[in-house]
């Protein structure tokens, strides 16, 4: 048996993840990928980026250590291999680029700053294929705080997949027209226009919330009614109760409204009945394609 470590750090919108999983290699056996450690760092850098066009002093700061952070936790835990990546937030900052050449310089952790192409297929190449049953379609959705992912599946591969700019963040502060929302609708319409019965596979640390709350067993489904009920109760609620009441994190009380809307608006375009939370993102995507790049 060989156990070997790999790293993925996610820079998003609303946080940066550190995740590191053990990778357990056995002779006539499938590889294991095991989560060792994750670490959540809430830097919402969407903020500076999506209203004054850069990143602010404070957040390169603040984003530079916990880069300097994760090297040091990487090396302690002997990991071997890693990859950052960046998303929607630096892709789109004026200085975005020059912060990834001062925090390799600084840290010595090289960030590669992604497109909503290449998240959408790090993303599909986590374990989404054992949810996949060959005669069913399904809208796999991923929102973030700056873009949100859509992959549609049928015949158990991938149709169609595009990235809309529109995320919880961007939402939160006002940025997305109803434009925007009428191309997501017209394009799910176009791409699932003769496909019978829909499902939905969504991934964030939204979704992953949202079915935790709801105290359903792994691998349970949401149902559309759940969801809807829960967004206008969360929505009645006051910033402060969803905190102190409901115990969810500072940086998570605002956004899992914004992406509770994404789901039910995508839900209802495609006539999906339920959702399956499998508790993946671009973080396991990130290991599964650094593991299997060398294959």
């Known amino acids: 048996m060989k156990i070997r470590k790999f790293a993925a750090i996610d820079i ?148 169609i997949s595009k990235s809309f700019k529109i995320g919880t963040v961007r939402i939160l502060n006002n940025l997305v027209g109803e434009g925007i929302w009428k191309k997501i609708e017209l394009w799910i319409k176009e791409n699932i226009n003769g496909l019978s019965k829909i499902t939905i596979i969504g991934s964030g640390g939204n979704i992953n919330k949202l079915h935790k709350m709801s105290g359903r067993k792994e691998g349970e489904p949401l149902s559309y009614i759940w969801l809807n009920a829960q967004y206008h109760f969360l929505e009645s609620m006051s910033y402060e109760d969803r905190v102190s009441e409901l115990g969810l994190n500072p940086d998570r009380a605002d956004v899992i409204i914004p992406a509770s809307r994404i789901y039910l608006s995508a839900a209802k375009w495609c006539g999906a009945k339920k959702i399956y939370v499998p508790k993946i993102g671009l973080s396991d995507g990130i290991i599964k394609t650094l593991y299997y790049s060398e294959q």
Do not use: W
């Not at 390169?60 to 250590?65: D, K």
């Not at 998303?87 to 680029?97: C, D, F, P, Q």
């Open 12 to 159: 998003g919108s609303n946080a940066i993840r550190l995740l590191i999983h053990n990778v357990i290699e056995e002779k006539d056996k499938k590889t294991q990928f095991r989560k060792s450690s994750l670490i959540r760092v809430p830097v919402r850098l969407g903020e500076d980026s999506f209203t004054v066009g850069e990143i602010s002093e404070r957040n390169e700061e603040r984003m530079l250590n916990a880069m300097k952070a994760f090297k040091l936790i990487m090396d302690v835990n002997g990991v071997e291999k890693y990859m950052a990546c960046a998303t929607s937030a630096i892709r789109e900052a004026n200085n975005g680029y020059e912060i990834v050449e001062r925090i390799y310089e600084d840290s010595g952790v090289k960030i590669e700053v992604i497109d909503g192409k290449k998240e959408a297929a790090i993303i599909a190449s986590t374990d989404l294929k054992q949810l996949i049953q060959n005669d069913q379609s399904y809208l796999y959705i991923d929102v973030g705080g700056g873009s949100t992912e859509f992959t549609l599946f049928t015949d158990g591969k991938i149709k």
